[in-house]
T-cell receptor, first 112, second 114 residues
């Protein structure tokens, strides 16, 4: 069964600095997608970024980028120039069959 | 276009009661998935419906059930509520069933069981 592990329950970063959230997963599949979702306080979950496993190039969306290491089954999220609005729970997710398997999440605090 | 709409947003029930939650997906989306979110267990998959058929089910007791209508709207029902059912119930929709597909989530229905 696919598993997703986020080893950092909480992280904090100073505004304008960079922070990296970690995620590891386990799968026997060779072709798949990985996702990072963001859940702001009392607001709905939204997609931050998606990575296709067969692509060597790491995905980037504005200030958000991933460091995808397929052999190590690692999928970390880097947030550059952190903003107060980045404060949220961040979930790494991996498709397990036709459902998403989520990590436990990392609570990111952005300090002004 | 309108996002995923979940109703009610908040509700309080007592043990033994039952509850029905509703989810209206994005127009054109045919897949609706339900997740339970709790502080202790995180996000856990309940079930997925596609074209009115349950395609996948998580590891939850039979008290949890759902259905999907011809317009893709979905409902989930929890009978004989227990204290442990207190959670945020999230609905998500997507156009097709796929491991590559991005899910669009609703704001959730927060259930409190007393």
């Amino acid at each position: 069964a696919q598993t997703v592990t986020q080893s950092q329950p909480e992280m904090s970063v100073q505004e304008a600095e960079t922070v990296t959230l970690s995620c590891t997963y386990d799968t026997s599949e060779s072709d798949y997608y990985l996702f990072w979702y963001k859940q702001p306080p009392s607001r709905q979950m939204i997609l931050v970024i998606r990575q296709e496993a067969y692509k060597q190039q790491n995905a980037t969306e504005n200030r958000f980028s991933v460091n995808f290491q397929k052999a190590a089954k690692s999928f970390s999220l880097k947030i550059s120039d952190s903003q107060l609005g980045d404060a949220a729970m961040y979930f790494c997710a991996f498709p397990g069959g036709e459902k998403l398997v989520f990590g436990k999440g990392t609570k990111l605090t952005v300090n002004p | 276009k309108a996002g995923v709409t979940q109703t009610p947003r908040y509700l309080i029930k007592t043990r033994g009661q039952q509850v029905t939650l509703s989810c209206s997906p994005i127009s054109g989306h045919r897949s609706v998935s339900w997740y339970q979110q709790t502080p202790g267990q995180g996000l856990q998959f309940l079930f997925e419906y596609f074209s009115e058929t349950q395609r996948n089910k998580g590891n939850f007791p039979g008290r949890f059930s759902g259905r999907q209508f011809s317009n893709s709207r979905s409902e989930m029902n929890v009978s004989t509520l227990e204290l442990g059912d207190s959670a945020l119930y999230l609905c998500a929709s997507s156009f097709v069933r796929s491991g590559a597909n991005v899910l669009t989530f609703g704001a959730g229905s927060r259930l409190t069981v007393l």
